[in-house]
């Protein structure tokens, strides 16, 4: 089926013309439902016509959040080029990685970055174009010169929902170099449908979302419900708490993203400085599993206003969810379910298989693999990891879970995460749940490091917060009382901080390096 998406905007524009539908703020930039489709027009007008890109073409923001957010979704709908998704905080060298992947003819660039990335995007015959005005190089555009020389009449470009890859986006990878995963139109209005299932996310014309990670990650899934319903989508371009906490109070914020290591950190101020936060909702969290420690203090410390969500860039949707009732229901005395990643959600199937791909009896752990609207066909140029992951229309996520009776779904850990010590199975998350549980620690890291006996032992990297006063061995004793002895770490160490990822995500594969080093392979 083909539909025209600047038409179906400009019809929203028409319902929702003069309310806010994007506010930068750090450029200070608001525009209208009306002001936002003029502009993605021009921006859709000026792709086609002065750059000639067209079906199997891309193009990719390398810029940061107030400009990705006119990049989005709400432009590449409208366009036959397809966008190429990377994370303004990755490397160069990961950016050429993916743009050597992908091969977009065209790359918009914040202004900062056209020294750095000139000659190597240059060599490789990539047009360029700066997001802001500034003195460099003769070829390079102005990203605003070429809006206002282009028309914003509806560019009536029809697009076949299901078989046309309008985006690319790269995984996270956090146990690797992430894969590329092209998504179709109706993937993406998958992902936003998959919020309206859910009444507990609360999307409707008063929302103000506000985007503090990536656009290019997490978050972007809440741009769609947002939007689609005549809300309004706000960004930040860095993750800076205290301005996230005066952007709430100023802006009337309804909804946030947040992955767990920022609800760490908000947690220890909020404690420490507790702010007025009376418009927040919902605050959505995902991306990596949360202690149910550190959410069980963020209830007692926000409220209701947590829901948990499932889900991967394979399967950019609610694959799960766990929302406000059964997080209430948890602290009125059902503690474990906190550690579920909640309910599938409606109209998602998910079954968990064995090693050989069978199917498994409720309660019992095997890889959760899962059948949507919004799971992909594939990956990118890479048919070898495409037919290890993808099956029947399933994808095999590498997680590691279980279900139980009532549906809900829990993650026990990534097959990769998986400790092997002794003969007995080590599932990190565990481990680390039980570390956090303790009131002196911020976050932690539990990887399996060598050992010439039992294989691996489990070693247990932790981020203290600024007056605690607990010991090594105390911690160690703390989590043995709670796991009992296999499952305990053999080692600790206090470190000032964790490697995370551009997302936040803890990226175990780096703590693990040095205690690998010189070995062949980074499992016993």
Not at 40 to 69: C, H, K, W, Y
Not at 290 to 302: F, G, I
Not at 400 to 419: A, E, N, P, S, W
Request: glycine share 8%.
């Amino acid at each position: 089926m083909d539909m025209d998406f600047s038409r179906v905007m400009g019809l929203m524009a028409a319902r929702f013309g003069s309310r806010e539908a994007i506010v930068n703020t750090e450029r200070g930039r608001r525009f209208t439902y009306g002001e936002y489709h003029r502009l993605t027009n021009r921006i859709a007008n000026m792709l086609s016509q002065q750059f000639e890109l067209g079906v199997g073409d891309r193009f990719m923001p390398i810029v940061e959040n107030d400009n990705m957010a006119l990049l989005h979704f709400p432009l590449f709908f409208k366009t036959p080029a397809a966008a190429a998704f990377t994370n303004y905080r990755d490397t160069m060298e990961e950016h050429l990685a993916q743009i050597d992947s992908l091969r977009p003819k065209l790359v918009f660039l914040e202004r900062a970055l056209v020294g750095q990335y000139y000659a190597p995007l240059r060599q490789r015959g990539i047009t360029m174009v700066a997001m802001d005005p500034g003195d460099g190089p003769a070829d390079v555009a102005d990203f605003w010169t070429l809006v206002d020389a282009s028309s914003d009449a509806n560019p009536g470009v029809a697009l076949d929902v299901h078989h046309h890859v309008t985006l690319y986006r790269f995984t996270g990878g956090t146990t690797g170099r992430g894969k590329c995963v092209p998504y179709s139109i109706d993937n993406l209005l998958g992902t936003r449908d998959g919020f309206y299932v859910e009444p507990d996310c609360a999307y409707d014309a008063d929302t103000r979302n506000l985007h503090v990670a990536p656009l290019s990650h997490g978050t972007f899934m809440t741009f769609l419900p947002s939007f689609f319903v005549g809300g309004c989508n706000i960004t930040m371009n860095t993750v800076d708490l205290p301005r996230w906490l005066d952007l709430v109070e100023a802006e009337g914020i309804t909804h946030s993203f947040l992955v767990p290591t920022i609800l760490y950190r908000l947690l220890d101020l909020q404690r420490d400085r507790p702010r007025k936060l009376n418009s927040l909702r919902t605050i959505i969290y995902g991306a990596a599993p949360m202690s149910p420690a550190k959410l069980r203090d963020l209830l007692d410390c926000m409220g209701d206003v947590f829901v948990q969500l499932y889900g991967a860039s394979e399967a950019a949707m609610c694959v799960s969810i766990l929302n406000k009732r059964d997080h209430r229901r948890a602290l009125e005395g059902n503690m474990e379910r906190l550690a579920s990643a909640g309910r599938v959600a409606p109209g998602i199937e998910v079954v968990i298989t064995d090693p050989d791909g069978a199917p498994v009896a409720n309660g019992q752990t095997g890889e959760i693999c899962i059948r949507c609207r919004a799971t992909v066909s594939g990956y990118h140029d890479n048919p070898a990891a495409t037919k290890t992951d993808f099956f029947d229309g399933f994808w095999r996520s590498g997680d590691l879970g279980m279900l139980d009776d009532d549906g809900f779904l829990t993650i026990v850990d990534r097959l990769k995460d998986m400790i092997i010590t002794g003969g007995f199975n080590v599932y990190a998350i565990e481990v680390e749940a039980a570390l956090n549980a303790h009131p002196d620690v911020t976050m932690s890291a539990v990887i399996g490091i060598p050992h010439p006996e039992w294989g691996e032992s489990v070693h247990a990297e932790v981020v203290l917060r600024p007056d605690a006063n607990v010991t090594e061995d105390a911690l160690i004793a703390h989590t043995r009382q709670l796991l009992g002895g296999y499952k305990t770490p053999k080692s600790l160490r206090f470190v000032p901080e964790l490697p995370l990822s551009s997302v936040g995500k803890v990226l175990r594969r780096a703590v693990r390096v040095p205690y690998w080093a010189g070995q062949e392979r980074m499992v016993s």
